[in-house]
């Protein structure tokens, strides 16, 4: 489905803010290869854990590794019993692996969100960035998060329930989802049980230029300049987009074809350049033997889910939460 129009329909609040966030991101990418994390954080405001319900919700921070800063934010809905059976949500938070944290205030309303919404235990990672921390660092941080809370279950709540688990996340976290599935497909873990995957937006890319990148390479927020930077400040000194880390379905692949690779959820915008590289990835998951579903918001930009007021991020909670309702009933 294409677009509905040249440009997307955004309250005026929201075109103002994506215009900033963008002017900001292009100003702190240094052409040198460093990002300017000073000027950055005068827009990226943090919050704090709070033990005490806001909202339904309450959280608190744990540490996985100190001497790399690897740590998760839990969030859980005030109103469960330690009875009950919730399900279990690792969320990866987007931006583009350089920008943004777990105590982000963006991504700790996000996941309150979703906290709430889904009526779910939420496990937001907090992994290393670039360019000063390249791969495979992010993904071995994401890891090894899950295999800590599958060696250490006592860290969740009485009311989570491993046996239903779920990997999450937006832009450069959906990638990064995405990798820890398949890593965690072919080593295993104990106790938890990975039943499905959400994928937002998913940041992926190759060498060769897709359509939506090139016709939209002047929409909010993603440019061919901005990914191309990302994805160099990602990769391994000498590598190119076609990498295994970018590239998922290119011609360093990593085949999921034969592993326990979980049920997909894939949802993409109608403003956003990599919908091409995420429709592919739907498309190369199906054709891998695996079930999955894509959901296409014609007006969306990317990130629309940091605005609560489009329609759009209310859908993609509802459509989720089916997503989830359905893959928890098909657990034994």
Same mark, same amino acid.
């Given at each position: ?45 943090? +919050?704090? /854990? *709070?033990? @005490?319900?806001?909202?339904? =919700?309450?959280? &608190? ?110 832009? +450069?976290? /959906? *990638?990064? @989802?995405?990798?820890?599935? =398949?890593?965690? &497909? ?147």
């Amino acid at each position: 489905m294409k677009a509905t129009t040249s440009k997307p329909n955004l309250p005026w609040k929201v075109r103002l803010s994506v215009s900033l966030l963008t002017i900001l991101w292009n100003i702190c990418r240094r052409s040198n290869g460093t990002f300017n994390r000073r000027l950055f954080s005068v827009t990226d405001r943090k +919050a704090a /854990a *709070n033990p @005490a319900p806001v909202d339904g =919700v309450s959280s &608190s921070d744990m540490t996985v590794s100190a001497d790399r800063n690897l740590w998760f934010r839990l969030y859980t809905p005030s109103s469960s019993s330690s009875s009950a059976s919730l399900p279990v949500v690792f969320y990866f938070h987007g931006g583009a692996f350089t920008v943004f944290s777990a105590d982000s205030i963006t991504y700790d309303s996000l996941c309150r969100l979703f906290c709430r919404s889904l009526n779910a235990v939420v496990v937001s990672v907090n992994y290393r960035l670039t360019p000063e921390h390249r791969y495979p660092a992010q993904y071995d941080d994401g890891v090894d998060v899950l295999k800590f809370i599958d060696q250490n279950g006592g860290v969740l709540p009485c009311s989570a329930d491993v046996s239903k688990c779920f990997l999450a996340g937006d832009s +450069a976290g /959906a *990638n990064l @989802a995405h990798h820890v599935a =398949v890593r965690v &497909s072919k080593e295993g873990l104990g106790t938890i049980n990975v039943v499905g995957l959400v994928s937002i937006q998913p940041a992926f890319g190759g060498e060769k230029r897709t359509q939506s990148e090139i016709e939209m390479n002047r929409v909010p927020i993603i440019s061919l300049g901005f990914t191309d930077w990302h994805w160099k400040a990602l990769l391994p000194h000498g590598s190119n987009r076609d990498h295994e880390a970018v590239n998922v379905i290119g011609p360093n692949a990593v085949g999921i074809v034969g592993l326990d690779y979980p049920s997909t959820i894939v949802f993409t915008g109608g403003f956003d350049p990599l919908r091409d590289w995420q429709r592919m990835y739907y498309e190369w998951l199906r054709k891998s033997e695996k079930e999955a579903q894509l959901i296409d918001y014609p007006n969306a930009i990317h990130a629309f889910y940091f605005y609560p007021e489009l329609p759009e991020t209310s859908l993609l909670v509802s459509q989720v939460k089916e997503f989830m309702s359905k893959q928890m009933s098909n657990v034994n």
